[in-house]
């Protein structure tokens, strides 16, 4: 039905940036909030940044300021600019996305696969 695609993840040494992008494709009707989200080794997964269609975004208090989340609508995309990346900055990225399939279905959440960051010297 609907899938996301991450890519942009790698091994970055501290202060550096990466962007991480997902894209969404299959039956798409309209996408509410695209986000990402976080997990690193032993602990829960936590939200990163969210977007609306709207353009209102929302940050965790840890990265505000130094990562910068964007959409293209247009290409059912959305974007994490991550700037001045720390070692507690680690972890395996989620993109997620409230998807529309259909004008007569409700939303549902969706996933992707994961893109591992590493921030280490």
């Known amino acids: 039905q609907v899938q996301l695609v991450e890519s942009g993840g790698g091994l970055v040494q501290p202060g550096g940036s990466l962007r991480l992008s997902c894209v969404a494709s299959?039956?798409?009707?309209?996408?509410?909030?695209m986000g990402w989200y976080r997990q690193a080794p032993g602990k829960q997964r936590e939200l990163v940044a969210t977007?609306?269609?709207?353009?209102?975004?929302r940050y965790e208090s840890s990265v505000e300021g130094r990562f910068f989340i964007a959409r293209d609508n247009a290409k059912n995309t959305v974007y994490l600019q991550m700037n001045s990346l720390e070692p507690e900055d680690t972890a395996v990225y989620y993109c997620?996305?409230?998807?529309?399939?259909?004008?007569?279905?409700?939303?549902?959440?969706?996933w992707g696969q994961g893109t591992q960051v590493t921030v280490s010297s």
């Open positions: 997620n996305a409230d998807v529309r399939p259909t004008s007569w279905t409700v939303s549902g959440t969706y």
């Open positions: 299959g039956r798409i009707f309209r996408i509410d909030a």
């Open positions: 977007a609306t269609s709207g353009g209102s975004v």
